[in-house]
């Protein structure tokens, strides 16, 4: 369960740090705009409060990966915090910009931390 539980929260890093790329880097170039379906004005005009909000998600990439290097007790209250920040992310985006970030960010933390949970329980 441990290690079904580290390969989850690995994806889901990874997964935070395609978005801080998308976000930071993308968002106005084609990749970025067909990935979060943006005209070309509206992508130029909110390049920076995209590029801030990739910013927080590579933190949360980071304390993915902290928790995955500390393992251990401490391991496991970092992940199990950085996840529940995720869970927290994706619920508040599927409710305010499009329900399929549910999907792409909230249901892997969910899967994540109850993976997490049942290993260390």
């Not at 790329?21 to 106005?28: G, I, S």
């Not at 067909?34 to 980071?62: D, H, I, P």
Request: proline residues 2%; charged residues 10%; positive net charge.
């Amino acid at each position: 369960m441990a290690l079904a539980a580290s390969i989850v929260i690995a994806i889901i890093a990874l997964l935070h740090l395609w978005f801080l790329v998308l976000e930071m880097f993308l968002w106005n170039r084609p990749a970025g705009r067909r990935a979060f379906g943006l005209t070309a004005e509206f992508a130029e005009q909110s390049k920076v409060l995209a590029a801030n909000q990739g910013l927080y998600n590579g933190f949360l990439a980071a304390g993915l990966v902290w928790g995955l290097w500390l393992g251990g007790a401490e391991g496991l209250h970092v992940k199990t915090f950085f996840l529940g920040c995720v869970l927290v992310a994706g619920l508040y985006g599927g409710l305010t910009a499009t329900r399929k970030v549910l999907w792409i960010q909230a249901a892997p933390a969910v899967l994540g931390l109850a993976l997490l949970l049942a290993g260390n329980a």
